[in-house]
């Protein structure tokens, strides 16, 4: 904490003001003092934006200057790029090829330490979004903006502004909840520059639901949503998600029936709806999809990086797959050489007729399963390196897996077409630097998905017709069955039976719904399937009479959590350790 408190006031402000859908445009390119920007309002309002931004962004504007915590990568360490590695390179679905430096060989092995960068990404940048909620909630009390002379051009919006803040910092404390366990606390009660005291996870449940319980009627209407910022199904999405671990974070059974209730609210609403197509909410204008919840606005000019979707987008391209002979468009102009790919496990989670990618079908039109996106098989041969993509023991350097070395670089490995800076008319644009493709935190098909969960919990693992109902619902519109029909696309029969509704089953549908989007490690511990009792490409790092290879084992409890980084166990006397990684 030492590094962050010494942060955010260390760093200048910047300013920066929106028009009413968060695009994150600046006003000024100055860097104003603390003083100037506590002076107006479109220095309270900047303020506010940037515990959005925050989330997607490395610095106090665009590119790579003034990054906001210095001493690391600032691309590499951006909180939404830190995350999707804590939660995607270290599960079944993505192994990411590059920064061996920074631990990720590590999180593909899942063998971390409290030395290891990439977990203290995102653990710092969480306590950095939180200092700036904490301030934004002591600068906007009323006797405050009076003083500053700003009360009447803020009273009719700093309702919402604090309601949102104190949102941003319980999804935050959820985040570090989730990957770290105990974790020190501190809100803006607290003078800054006090140690945060450890709560347990418990206290930390605590908080985090009595706060979004109280906050909930406090954020701008569902049906007034404005996209990128955070709106009352946004905190019913997030207490249906933390109620749902509640054998997780707090050891309880009997908050089941709470995660329903709050699905039902957003299920029951009407205010949100399943796009007509999946990869609508991964294309540049799915700020119009009725379907995302809550979203981070990202802007190629404003708001960029290489953190955010610039990186999800760019990390997995290679040349090939955006030269102008494919016939693809990603209406990208970089990549970054397919430095992270797909494990061969989640791609088997779909049907075999449908993970093949084909020239002819580049949108994915003609699949049975709508969502199988990927870039790999015969029809990619001689495309990437002059080699195929084929979907075998694609990520050794062998085809004997006990040999040491793991393939680099593309062509091993599935790629994928899910994430793309076009928009939903599918027509060619001039292609740009960086991403306009905002992030989907949430989304209506998670919550079909948590409701059926939440029925079959609180009936010890057996699901009934209104928890079958939720998941055909994500079915249907992944095949184009039912109400989703379109004729102009494959239509098949994807509804599956009460019998094969199983956790097992769930789990599998958790990811072929939503991979890449930063809830797979999550799931898999919810499931008790992370360390244990589930095995994927890579996972655990096992000796032979040759040498230490990539395999598939069973690994310790103690990475169902990471470790807090070991500078903050030496800068802050309250906390402790997580067990076992004491060093």
Same mark, same amino acid.
């Given at each position: 904490m030492k590094k962050i408190l010494s942060a955010i006031?260390?760093?200048?402000?910047?300013?920066?003001?929106?028009?009413?859908?968060?695009?994150?445009?600046?006003?000024?390119?100055?860097?104003?003092?603390?003083?100037?920007?506590?002076?107006?309002?479109?220095?309270?309002?900047?303020?506010?934006?940037?515990?959005?931004?925050?989330?997607?962004?490395?610095?106090?504007?665009?590119?790579?200057?003034?990054?906001?915590?210095?001493?690391?990568?600032?691309?590499?360490?951006?909180?939404?790029?830190?995350?999707?590695?804590?939660?995607?390179?270290?599960?079944?679905?993505?192994?990411?090829?590059?920064?061996?430096?920074?631990?990720?060989?590590?999180?593909?092995?899942?063998?971390?330490?409290?030395?290891?960068?990439?977990?203290?990404?995102?653990y710092y940048r969480c306590y950095l979004i939180i200092t700036y909620a904490n301030e934004l909630l002591r600068r906007t009390e009323e006797s405050e903006l009076k003083a500053n002379g700003v009360w009447d051009k803020c009273k009719d919006e700093v309702g919402y502004w604090r309601a949102e803040a104190r949102f941003i910092r319980a999804y935050m404390y959820y985040i570090l909840m989730d990957n770290f366990g105990d974790v020190g606390f501190v809100d803006h009660n607290v003078p800054n520059g006090t140690y945060p005291v450890q709560y347990t996870r418990a206290q930390i449940y605590d908080y985090v639901v009595n706060e979004l319980e109280e906050i909930q009627n406090d954020l701008m209407p569902a049906s007034a949503r404005i996209w990128g910022r955070a709106n009352q199904a946004s905190a019913w999405f997030l207490l249906a998600r933390v109620y749902l671990s509640?054998?997780?974070?707090?050891?309880?059974? *009997? #908050?089941?029936?709470?995660?329903?209730?709050?699905?039902?609210? @957003? /299920?029951?609403? $009407?205010?949100? =709806?399943?796009?007509?197509?999946?990869?609508?909410?991964?294309?540049?204008?799915?700020?119009?999809?009725?379907?995302?919840?809550?979203?981070?606005?990202?802007? *190629? #000019?404003?708001?960029?990086?290489?953190?955010?979707?610039?990186? @999800? /987008?760019?990390? $997995?391209?290679? =040349?090939?797959?955006?030269?102008?002979?494919?016939?693809?468009?990603?209406?990208?102009?970089?990549?970054?050489?397919?430095?992270?790919c797909l494990r061969q496990t989640f791609v088997e989670k779909f049907a075999e007729e449908d993970r093949d990618f084909h020239y002819d079908d580049s949108w994915g039109d003609k699949k049975k399963d709508h969502r199988a996106l990927f870039f790999v098989g015969p029809?990619?041969?001689?495309?990437?390196?002059?080699?195929?993509?084929?979907?075998?023991?694609?990520?050794?350097?062998?085809?004997?897996?006990?040999?040491?070395?793991?393939?680099?670089?593309?062509?091993?490995?599935?790629?994928?077409?899910?994430?793309?800076?076009?928009?939903?008319?599918?027509?060619?644009?001039?292609?740009?630097?960086?991403?306009?493709?905002?992030?989907?935190?949430?989304?209506?098909a998670d919550v079909y998905l948590m409701a059926a969960e939440a029925i079959m919990r609180a009936n010890n693992g057996t699901a009934d017709n209104e928890a079958l109902g939720y998941v055909n619902e994500v079915r249907q519109r992944a095949y184009c069955s039912g109400k989703y029909h379109q004729a102009d696309k494959y239509n098949a029969d994807g509804d599956i039976t009460?019998?094969?509704?199983?956790?097992?089953?769930?789990?599998?549908?958790?990811?072929?719904?939503?991979?890449?989007?930063?809830?797979?490690?999550?799931?898999?511990?919810?499931f008790d399937c992370y360390t244990n009792n589930y095995s994927w490409d890579f996972k655990g790092y096992m000796p032979n009479q040759i040498g230490n290879y990539y395999g598939k084992a069973d690994v310790d409890d103690k990475y169902n959590l990471f470790a807090i980084p070991q500078d903050d166990i030496r800068y802050n006397p309250n906390l402790k350790q997580n067990p076992n990684f004491v060093e």
């Open positions: 006031f260390s760093v200048a402000l910047f300013l920066c003001v929106s028009c009413e859908n968060l695009d994150l445009f600046p006003e000024s390119d100055s860097a104003l003092s603390e003083k100037e920007v506590f002076s107006t309002y479109e220095g309270y309002h900047g303020f506010f934006l940037k515990c959005y931004q925050a989330m997607v962004c490395e610095t106090q504007g665009s590119g790579h200057g003034g990054d906001d915590l210095s001493g690391w990568d600032a691309g590499r360490s951006t909180f939404l790029r830190a995350l999707y590695w804590s939660q995607e390179a270290t599960s079944d679905e993505m192994y990411n090829r590059s920064g061996s430096g920074y631990g990720l060989r590590l999180a593909t092995e899942m063998s971390w330490n409290a030395g290891t960068q990439f977990p203290a990404w995102v509640c054998h997780i974070y707090a050891g309880t059974t *009997t #908050d089941y029936d709470k995660a329903l209730a709050y699905c039902k609210k @957003i /299920i029951n609403g $009407n205010d949100f =709806s399943l796009s007509p197509n999946y990869i609508e909410n991964f294309l540049a204008d799915n700020n119009t999809s009725r379907e995302i919840i809550w979203g981070l606005a990202v802007d *190629t #000019d404003h708001a960029n990086g290489s953190g955010g979707t610039n990186y @999800i /987008i760019k990390a $997995n391209l290679h =040349s090939s797959m955006i030269a102008s002979d494919t016939g693809l468009d990603f209406g990208i102009t970089e990549q970054w050489g397919g430095n992270h029809e990619t041969e001689g495309k990437i390196d002059g080699k195929n993509a084929s979907l075998v023991k694609e990520l050794y350097e062998e085809a004997d897996p006990t040999n040491a070395k793991v393939k680099g670089s593309a062509p091993y490995g599935a790629l994928y077409t899910k994430w793309r800076n076009v928009k939903k008319d599918r027509v060619v644009r001039e292609p740009s630097k960086y991403s306009n493709v905002g992030f989907p935190v949430m989304r209506l009460l019998g094969e509704l199983t956790y097992s089953w769930l789990l599998d549908e958790r990811s072929r719904e939503l991979w890449s989007e930063n809830w797979r490690r999550s799931d898999l511990i919810r």
